[in-house]
């Protein structure tokens, strides 16, 4: 399998040096050069795999010639092993015809986790192979963080720096990250929103000898191994419930857009999927584009679901290589052009398209908090802020006779003053977790500047391996 660009100016790679890559040089990124697909038989033969199996079988097109299924098998069962559900990623019915997924059994608590303890264990096994060290920089609007440092804290050949915006996660959140004090982990509270994280992360990327010296990779879902991890979920789901004999469409909270898109590379490969339904909180810029075709940026607000508070969905730009028909130079210049202006201009057709299959709503915190308090009401089912959204989406865009699968991200824990808020109800931590409030801190605040960010790493980077 080979990997190209979405702006058609970089390298082409595959799937080995992709996931050690990150973002590609151009500015763009990487996807497959072409689609793996699946017959009616296939599909079917993979009903009732054990989720690791599954995982292995799913991923393992996009990793061909890179890693061998049978290591793809050995490193999701281990991915795996931690989780504290037996089914992985069960299923639970909270009305006719609408089900939740819940994402959130890993050590961290969001679904962040089902793609991270995959993604730590394919560096190590690459990077060994290669004899090789690589820093990870990530931006986190709240849950990527953690699930990356949880993955990656002690590994001998990897420096991780994540980037949170100072105030803007929960204070779970926060902790998560910052109470891990491995050297190798190295922790920023940037002084801006998620969008700030982000752009910072893509312009160490730009930086060519900086890249270089540092050995950048990224685990945000610009990323190609994110998506491929996310993957296999839908195709758990869509099989317990009849696919490929049947469709099923999935209604997912949605941010950064990798989540979501996993469920379209999933449609892509052949899976019967009928509509996907993004829920956006009052940041509404991709709820606004499907319905209006208005993708303008607009001020991020903090929100009762800070891991949406995101203006800039990256991986969009894959959505739309696609959707202009793998044209790179047209999709490099929407996006150079978007960057500038703060608005993309999509045409009337290829907006279209995207609107046979996308869906979209959105929730101010007002109606996010009345979900919730619903759902615990008349379903018993206590759903944290960004999964009510995901379920309320679902609802709005039930078919009759097509099952929805609403994805359940984090779990309410995460989120204790909300769900007071909502229900009364202040969901405990589990026991791994009970003392995380207790637990010291380590972290630096700094100013939304390239320069200070770009020194920050190097120390770090110097900093551990002296410590090593």
């Known amino acids: 399998m080979r990997y190209i660009s979405t702006r058609g100016n970089a390298p082409v790679r595959d799937f080995s040096s992709v996931l050690l890559a990150g973002l590609a040089e151009d500015g763009g990124l990487y996807l497959p050069e072409s689609w793996p697909e699946l017959s009616v038989a296939q599909w079917r033969d993979l009903r009732g795999l054990p989720y690791p199996e599954l995982a292995a079988r799913i991923i393992a097109p996009f990793a061909e010639g890179s890693i061998t299924h049978d290591v793809l098998l050995k490193l999701c069962r281990d991915a795996y092993s931690r989780f504290d559900h037996p089914a992985i990623v069960p299923l639970t019915q909270v009305e006719d015809g609408l089900f939740v997924q819940e994402l959130f059994h890993g050590p961290t608590l969001a679904f962040k986790d089902m793609a ?4 730590g264990r394919l560096f190590d096994h690459v990077l060994n192979e290669r004899d090789e060290k690589v820093t990870i920089v990530g931006a986190t609007s709240g849950d990527t963080g953690s699930a990356a440092i949880e993955a990656c804290r002690g590994r001998e050949r990897l420096n991780v720096v994540i980037l949170h915006p100072e105030g803007r996660t929960s204070e779970v959140q926060r902790r998560q990250m910052t109470t891990v004090l491995e050297p190798n982990v190295t922790n920023l509270a940037v002084q801006g929103t998620f969008d700030d994280c982000q752009d910072l992360v893509k312009a160490m990327f730009a930086d060519g000898p900086f890249r270089t010296d540092m050995h950048l990779s990224a685990v945000n879902s610009i990323n190609w191994a994110r998506i491929a991890a996310q993957v296999p979920y839908y195709v758990y789901a869509a099989l317990a419930l009849g696919a490929p004999d049947r469709e099923v469409s999935f209604a997912v909270p949605t941010g950064n857009f990798g989540n979501v898109l996993a469920a379209w590379v999933a449609r892509r490969m052949g899976l019967p999927i009928r509509a996907l339904c993004v829920g956006s909180n009052r940041n509404d810029i ?16 903090p929100s009762l679901s800070p891991s949406m508070d995101i203006q800039v969905s990256s991986n969009f730009e894959r959505l739309l290589f696609e959707l202009l028909d793998r044209n790179a130079a047209e999709c490099a210049r929407i996006m150079t052009e978007f960057r500038k202006t703060g608005v993309m201009k999509v045409a009337t ?17 007002a109606a996010t908090e009345a979900e919730i308090r619903t759902l615990n ?18 609802r709005a865009f039930r078919e009759p006779g097509i099952p929805m699968v609403a994805m359940a991200t984090a779990h309410p824990a995460k989120f204790p003053d909300a769900m007071a808020q909502a229900t009364g109800i202040r969901p405990a931590l589990p026991a791994s977790l009970a003392d995380l409030y207790d637990r010291p801190e380590r972290y630096s605040v700094v100013p939304a500047d390239l320069n200070v960010i770009e020194d920050r790493v190097r120390t770090a980077v110097l900093s551990n391996s002296k410590a090593g």
Do not use: C, K
């Open 286 to 301: 991709l709820s606004r584009f499907l319905n209006e075709n208005d993708m303008s940026i607009h001020g991020v607000v």
């Open 116 to 119: 991270m303890q995959l993604l």
């Open 377 to 394: 009401t008349r379903s018993h089912y206590l759903a944290d802020p960004h999964t009510a959204i995901g379920i309320a989406a679902g």
């Open 349 to 365: 057709p290829v907006w279209d398209r995207a609107n046979a299959l996308f869906h979209g709503i959105s929730l101010d915190d």
